[in-house]
Structures are given as C-alpha cells and as structure tokens.
C-alpha cells in the first residue's frame, strides 16, 4: 500500500461482510399485523370494557389496504358510524336474539394513530362475545396479511341477594341473606369480628345465607359473606350489618286526661323500641287518626299529642298506636274536657256618696267557679265575708251547681268618694281564670278643693284676663258667675265674657276701669248640692327696687354677686334679674353694658378690664316688665394675676376638711381619668395646666410619698386627663394647677384611692369605632376624593380651585396693589379703635372665647349706636347665656 494509506487485515474484511449481509436482511423484513396486547389469549370478566388494538408491521404502511376485524364466522366488524354489529352466534355456536334499541354498539371499530392502526372496542364484555377475533388487510394489493386474537370471558362473584344491612327481629329465628352468583361457581363462608362462624347451635349455614335462631341483642354487630372461586382466584368480601329490632311497647295510659275548652292541649305517649316507633293518636268514635283532624297535630317521632283550641266535641276515646318495623303496639284514654269560666253579667253602678252600693258578678263554669273581687290596679283580693281591712264590704257568693253557675256580691256600704274607680271580678275554677272590669261610680255634690291652693290672677294695661272655673262633681255641676252678688250673665257688660268650655267655665275679663280689680264668685250645682269658689283678679305692677347686692367674689375679668330680690306677691314671681355696669369714671349709664341673669343662676359679670373700676346698678323683672334701677355698688377689679385654683369634677367618698384633701374612689384599678373645670384666668389666658400624681401613705395624719415614684405631665388644650399603669389598691395624691402668662395657680389636691385587683369596670382600650368616628371617616375620604379629582383637573384642564389659587400668585404686582388698596388680602394684626377699651377675652365654662355682646356700649338714643345685650341662665349644671332683648335706662317693658 502506498505511504499514508489504510491496511486492513483479513478479519476487518469479514466483519463488513457481515455487516453488510445484516442491513440487507433489515431491509427485507417480512410484512405482518400485529395485535395489542400481544398475548395471544385475553381473559376478561363479564361487564368490563376491552380495547385490541390492530397494527401493520410493514416496510411501506401506504402500500397497506382493506384493515378491518372480523370474528370467528368471518362476520367483518363495522366501525361505530355505521351499522351496530351484533354477535348473532355465542361461542358455542348457539343463535344469538337479537337486540334492539341500544344508544351504542356493544362490539365496533375504530380507526386510530392516523388511520396506521384499527382498534377493536368492547363496550361491555357478555359471555356470548368469547371467542377468536380476526385482524386482516392487504398488502401491495397481493398480498394478504392475518393475526387473530382468543378472547374469552368468565362471571365474577356477583351479590344476588345479600343486603348490607339487615334487621332480625328480637325472639324470632332469621336468615342473614346472601346469595352469590359466579361462572365457575363459588364456594361461600360466613366469619364475625374476624372469626369463622361454624354450622352449630344457634348458627346454620344454608344455601340463602346464615340462620340465627331465637335472636338476641347480642347478635347485633358486622357478618362477613364471603365468596371464592378456586379455579379462577377470585375472592370476595360483603359485610352485612345485622341490627336486631325489638317490638314497639307503649307506657300505660292514664284512665282520664283532663284538657280545657277553648285553650291548647298537649300530651306525650311514651313507648319504648328498635328502631324508634312512629305514632298515631286514634279517636274511638269515628276511629279517625288524629292528625287528619283540624286544631289537631301529632309528632310522629316523639308521640306529642297537641290540640291548639280544646273544643267540648273533643271529649272522648283516644288510643296511642306506635308500630315500627318489628310491630305495633297501643294504650287507651279518656278525654275529659273542662269548661272554662265565662263572666256573663258584671255591670257597672252609680251611687251616691253614703249609701250602700252592690256589684254583682254572674260566672258559668264546670265545675262552677268561685268569684272574687279587687281594686283594679291592685293584687289583694277581697275574701269571702267580712273584710278585716275595711268593715264596709262585704263579699257573699251563692253557687248553683245544676246550672254550673256562682254570682258573687260586693257589697259597700257608706260609699266615700275614694271608693269610685274600677273593680276586677275574678272567676275561677280547674281549667282556668277569668276577668273583667266593671266600675262604681260615687255621685256628689260640687266642690272646689283642688282650686283653693290657687294664687290670684293678674293682669296689667287693660289687657283681658282669664278666669277659669271647674267644680269636682258627679254628675257634673252647671257653673254660674256672680259680680257683688250679681249674676254676671245678667249684666250684659262688654267688659266681661263667659265661654263655655265642656265642664269648664272660663270669665274674660278686661279691665278698662279699676272696678274690676275685685272678687268674683263661681257657683256650681247639681242635683247632690251646691258650692261656691272666690276668686279675685289683681292688678300686676313691676317688682319694687333690689333690695341689696354685694360682690362675692372678685377676679381681674369677673365678679360674683350676692343679690337679694325684692319681695314679691304669691302669681307674680320676679322672673329674671339685670345689672348694668360701666366703668366708674363714665357719667352716661346710656353707654353701660346689660346682663340678665335667671333667677336661679349665679349672678357672674365677665369680660371686665383688669385694675379697672365700675359702677354697677340691679334691676328685677317680671312679667310685667323690669324694676327701678338700685342697689348701686362701686367696685374695682384688681389687677392681671396668676389664675383661680381649678376645681375638679369628682364626688369625694370623704369630705375635706381643713387640712385633709378630699378622697375619691376610682372604679378601675389601674387608672382614673382625672377631669376639672376651667377657672377664672385673671385676666391673662390659661396656657396649661400642670398634673402631678405621687402614690404613697398617710400615717398619723401625715402624707409621705414614695421617692422617685411620682409622675408629672403638662395638659395644653383639654380640661381631663388620664392617669394610667396605677397600681391597685394602692392612695395616690394628685396636685392640679393652672397657668398663665403671669404664673400657677394655687394647687388644687385630691386624695385617689384605686380598686382592688383587676378593673372593675372592664376597660377596652381597642373598642369599636363609634357611629361619630365612621361618619368623620366617610367625610375625610369623600375630601380626599374630591382633592385628588380636583389636583387631576388643575394638571389635565387647568380647572378647579387649584388652578385658580395658581393663578392668583401669579398675578402681577399691579394687581394685588390694587387689591392692598382696596383691602382685600390684608391681615390685620391689631384691632381697631372703638369707644371703650376692650376687655382682655376670658374663661367661660371651660373655653376661652370673648363675651362678644359685652363690647358694645349701652345706649339708647339714636347717634350712639346700637347695644348687644345678653342674658345668663342657670339650669342646675352650667351657665347659659343668650342675646336678650335691649333695656334702655330706667326702662319697664
């Protein structure tokens, strides 16, 4: 061989030959159909489905034609589109019925894997479709290909007759059932909890099942059946529940069952048994179940028997049935209805005062029932004969038994006014209790008692007066009015006017002249007797001058008055007290400033200058109008000064002495809110309070505090704060004072005593928002809404109020010159001139806000102005004051 070139030896030639030889037998493979799966013979119980599935091994699968299946006649297998193939011979050879109405062919053909391969399908396996199947094609048109396939079939162990549950009865024998049906047959035993059950005793193994004579209870439990057949392997399980049912039995009875008319009615048949009886309730004389009847209902799982309106054709025979599986059993009662009492006569009595009076009460019933009596409204009840509590009244009761009838009689004699009213009979008997009300009425003569307590009338400046009249009386009395013992009626005076007004008379009286500032007489009569009421109509004037009034207490803003009222006539009640002030050196009171005050409140004047002295005059008012200006008092304020001790908001469980501080309990026992009201700042506004907590112990009257343990906090805009993580159990001593720009307050001490233990108020510190805090938050996202749509319309449309504040500070200086000019967009810092100084602002009722309706000067003519007045009123737990009506100098309305 030449230089570089390949030396191959004898024995690499020999294996390319036999390469070689190898590729060429390949290429030559010899066609044929193969089925899937490839065992030769599929055994397949009765019922299951099959799939065989027929495919060409061939050099060229396009040179393969004519794929189909056939069975062991050569009958070809159509596919599942075309005509249903039914097997007309079974593998015995035996002619088939045929079927008909089938919604699928039990045996057809499918063309699968791209038409490549042709599947054989089964629906459901039956013993006539054993037998040889044929797969058969062609293949280069002249040759033919064949494969066959054994299919045969068997029954597995089918249940023909072995229910899972099955109930013997107790005391009778009974077959367990289980009968099996198998090709080949199967052989049958029976185990319980696990264990052989043997053909001995009480147990017999037959060809149905496993007899069990005389069943007991201890029969219930599981039974095992099962079946094997040997040839085949096949073994299989049914477990049966054997539960043993006892026969019903129904608890005796009672001989008689009573039950009330016109009211409901209940009653439970008892019976015992397995399972649990189901019942019916049967009367007698038409031997009707119960529960077919109106107002009639019966549970048939407890054996209630429920009648929703007793009626007297319900009186008879009713028997209780309960039956279940096992048997029926039954017990029998009587009826017996009860009439209840019916009041039929009670009526109402009118009697004069002193004589006897008679209320008669007529009740049926059976049996008959007994009556009684009572005031209404009240629980005692009179008893037969004599009363010990009252000797007048006397109760007598006559029963009448044949009619099932009593009528009871309450008797009073000397009748009094206090005896009129309403009256309760009571009838009573075993089926129930009835009521009515009847009344007595006491008639008598006319009386005016109840008006003798009555002031006068008054009345000013002719306007009309009202004198209204109503007399006591039964019956009711005619009124007539007389005048110097005149009828009115008579005197056809313009002046004066009666209207009737049902049992009321009303005399109108208008008083042009002073002749009519006298008595008048009222008359009323009936047919019992007569009375007479004087009643007199006065002339109202305005309250005399204040008798005194006195400063209490004086701040640098404010100062409390003690006023002593006029007198005044019992029906004119002074109504309201007034005050102006002004400041000393101001000779015009035009100028003053009013307050009003009701006569219950504190008398407090606010809004005064510090170090600043004035001139104060009181009034009363009426009705009529205000008092004579009096009671002058000269005072000075003092000056700015640190503020009045705050006072706080607690009732003490012990009152302070002298040198104790007053102590108060708290209900938890690990905090207490600590509340106070805003005192008097003096001139300077409060700015905060200070709250300072030590706990400790008093021993000897001594307080000592516990070193490093007390706690101290600034409260800027709240009048409460809470002292939290207390020990329980435990004094703490608690100073409170208030600030200004000037300094504290004196301290304000109170003594806390906690609970013991854990709180005793249960406290949730995570508590559910209330309806305030979820409306406030559907307000705060409806703004933010409303901002984020309006920043869109500022950046999108240059719309809305942010784009207009844009364009306002981009504005030129022209511009908001103008504006300066005009006043517009100016802040101004201090207030202007007005004709008085103006007070500092001051503390009212726990808020520091200036008493605007003071500023303004009080005057009354034309060139001065206008004047705010206000008015103070005290309704027990704060000050209220209000814009009034304006009061000139020495001015009566």
């Known amino acids: 061989m030449a230089s570089g070139g390949v030396k191959l030896n004898s024995a690499s030639i020999t294996i390319l030959c036999w390469i070689t030889i190898l590729g060429f037998a390949q290429c030559q493979k010899i066609p044929s159909l193969q089925i899937m799966p490839a065992a030769s013979v599929q055994r397949k119980p009765v019922g299951n489905s099959l799939l065989l599935t027929c495919r060409p091994d061939v050099p060229d699968s396009t040179l393969i034609s004519d794929l189909r299946w056939s069975d062991s006649r050569n009958m070809t297998i159509p596919p599942k589109a075309t005509k249903y193939y039914y ?148 073994l299989a399980k049914r477990v049966i529940r054997v539960e043993v049912q006892i026969k019903p039995e129904v608890q005796q009875l009672p001989t008689v069952l009573n039950a009330v008319e016109g009211q409901s009615f209940s009653y439970l048949c008892n019976a015992t048994g397995k399972p649990v009886p ?51 059993s039954e017990s029998t009662t009587k009826l017996n209805v009860l009439i209840r009492p019916k009041i039929i006569e009670f009526m109402n009595i009118t009697v004069p005062e002193g004589q006897e009076a008679v209320l008669a009460c007529r009740a049926f019933g059976r049996p008959p029932p007994e009556i009684t009596f009572r005031r209404y409204g009240t629980t005692e009840e009179y008893r037969v004969g004599l009363q010990v509590s009252d000797d007048r009244i006397v109760l007598d009761m006559q029963e009448n038994a044949e009619r099932s009838e009593t009528i009871g009689n309450l008797r009073i004699s000397q009748l009094d006014k206090t005896d009129d009213g309403l009256y309760d009979c009571i009838a009573r008997n075993p089926g129930d209790v009835a009521y009515k009300v009847g009344h007595i009425t006491v008639e008598y003569k006319p009386n005016f008692d109840h008006l003798k307590a009555l002031p006068p009338v008054y009345t000013w400046e002719q306007r009309p007066a009202n004198l209204s009249c109503f007399a006591q009386a039964i019956p009711n009395a005619t009124i007539e009015w007389r005048w110097n013992d005149r009828r009115v009626a008579d005197l056809y005076d313009i002046n004066m006017k009666i209207e009737e007004q049902g049992f009321r008379s009303d005399l109108i009286i208008t008083p042009r002249e002073h002749r009519y500032y006298t008595s008048y007489k009222c008359v009323a009569t009936n047919r019992l007797g007569r009375d007479e009421h004087v009643m007199e109509l006065r002339e109202a004037r305005i309250p005399e001058a204040v008798a005194q009034a006195k400063p209490r207490s004086v701040s640098a803003t404010s100062m409390t008055f003690d006023i002593i009222p006029p007198a005044f006539e019992k029906g004119l009640p002074i109504t309201a007290m007034s005050v102006q002030y002004k400041e000393e050196f101001n000779p015009d009171w035009n100028t003053a400033m009013n307050r009003t005050w ?131 159990d435990t004094y703490y001593r608690i100073e409170l004072l208030a600030h200004n720009a000037i300094g504290f307050s004196r301290p304000a001490h109170l003594l806390l005593k906690t609970a013991r233990g854990i709180d005793v108020v249960l406290r949730v510190d995570d508590r559910a928002l209330s309806s305030a805090a979820v409306i406030g938050i559907v307000v705060g996202c409806v703004l933010l809404l409303l901002l984020v749509i309006d920043i869109l319309c500022c950046l999108i449309g240059n719309l809305g109020l942010l784009a207009m504040m844009c364009r306002r500070t981009k504005r030129s200086p022209s511009d908001l010159g103008d504006e ?34 003071e500023k303004q000067p ?28 304006i009061i000139g100098k020495n001015s009566a309305v």
């Not at 147990?203 to 099942?209: A, Q, T």
């Not at 501080?661 to 207490?672: L, N």
């Not at 810092?829 to 605007?852: H, M, N, Q, Y």
């Open 87 to 234: 097997p007309q011979f079974d593998s015995k050879g035996r002619k088939l019925p045929a079927k008909a109405g089938q919604s699928s062919p039990p045996i057809y053909t499918e063309s699968i894997a791209g038409g490549q391969a042709l599947a054989l399908l089964f629906n459901s396996l039956q013993e006539s479709m054993a037998g040889v199947y044929y797969c058969a094609a062609s293949y280069s048109v002249t040759e033919q290909l064949a494969a066959s396939v054994l299919v045969e079939t068997y029954v597995a162990i089918t249940w023909k007759d072995a229910p899972e549950d099955q109930r013997p009865i107790l005391g009778e024998d009974y077959i367990v059932r289980c009968e099996v049906y198998a090709n080949p047959p199967a052989t049958v035993d029976w185990l319980r909890d696990g264990d052989p059950i043997k053909s001995s005793g009480r147990y017999v193994i037959e060809n149905r099942g496993l007899l069990i004579r005389n069943v007991s209870e201890s029969d219930d439990g599981l039974y095992t059946c099962r079946a094997a057949v040997i040839s085949t392997g096949e």
């Open 278 to 328: 189901e019942f019916q309730w049967i009367k007698k004389s038409t031997q009707q179940n119960v529960a077919d009847i109106d107002r009639f209902s019966v549970n048939a799982l407890t054996g209630q028997l429920d009648i929703s309106r007793v009626e007297q054709d319900d009186h008879d025979t009713y028997t209780c049935v309960a039956k279940n599986a096992a048997g029926i």
């Open 858 to 885: 009080l005057n009354t003519l034309p060139d001065v102005g206008g004047k705010m007045n206000s008015s103070v009123e005290f309704d027990g737990r704060g000050v209220q004051i209000r814009s009034g009506e």
């Open 820 to 853: 300066e000019k005009l006043g517009s967009g100016s802040l101004i810092k201090e207030r202007p001139p007005s004709p008085s100084p103006l007070p500092p602002p001051i503390v009212k009722l726990g808020a520091t806000t200036p008493i605007d309706d």
């Open 598 to 728: 009701s006569p219950d409140s504190p008398y407090i004047v606010e809004g005064l200058r510090p170090q600043t002295s004035y001139s104060f005059r009181f009034a009363a008012r009426n009705v009529v109008g205000l008092g004579p200006w009096s009671a002058y008092v000269v005072h000075s304020t003092p000056k700015r000064s640190e503020p009045e001790t705050p006072k706080t908001l607690h009732t003490p469980i012990q009152e302070e002495d002298e040198e104790d501080d007053a102590i108060v309990a708290s209900p938890y026992a690990d905090h207490f809110e600590l509340r106070w009201n805003v005192p008097v700042d003096n001139g300077e506004p409060i700015n905060f309070y200070r709250v300072k907590f030590c706990p400790g112990s008093k021993v000897n009257g001594v307080w000592t505090e516990l070193e490093g343990a007390c706690l101290e906090e600034d409260i800027t805009t709240t009048t409460h704060y809470e002292m939290r993580d207390l020990q329980a």
